[in-house]
């Protein structure tokens, strides 16, 4: 997700059990930047996943599979 990044809400972790330890305990250790990362976060899933967003997307699908 280069949106993370991007937005400064998070960053990747392998899918490794140490890797996800690792990432996890530097969230518990950095109060700021878990909750620097906590209110981008919502920003983010709020703008890309967020009913007006969806509501757009589905129209544009729907009339482009209606115009066949």
């Known amino acids: 997700w280069p949106e993370l990044n991007e937005w400064k809400a998070g960053f990747w ?3 490794d ?3 996800f330890a690792e ?3 530097r969230l518990l250790e950095d109060s700021v930047k878990r909750d620097a ?3 981008k976060g919502k920003q983010m899933v709020k703008e ?3 009913w007006d967003t969806v509501a757009i997307r589905m ?3 729907y009339a482009a599979s209606c115009s066949y």
Request: glycine fraction near 6%.
């Open 23 to 25: 990432a996890a305990l």
């Open 48 to 50: 890309y996943f967020g």
């Open 13 to 15: 972790v392998e899918r």
């Open 17 to 19: 059990a140490n890797a």
């Open 37 to 39: 990362y906590a209110v």
């Open 59 to 61: 129209e544009k699908e």
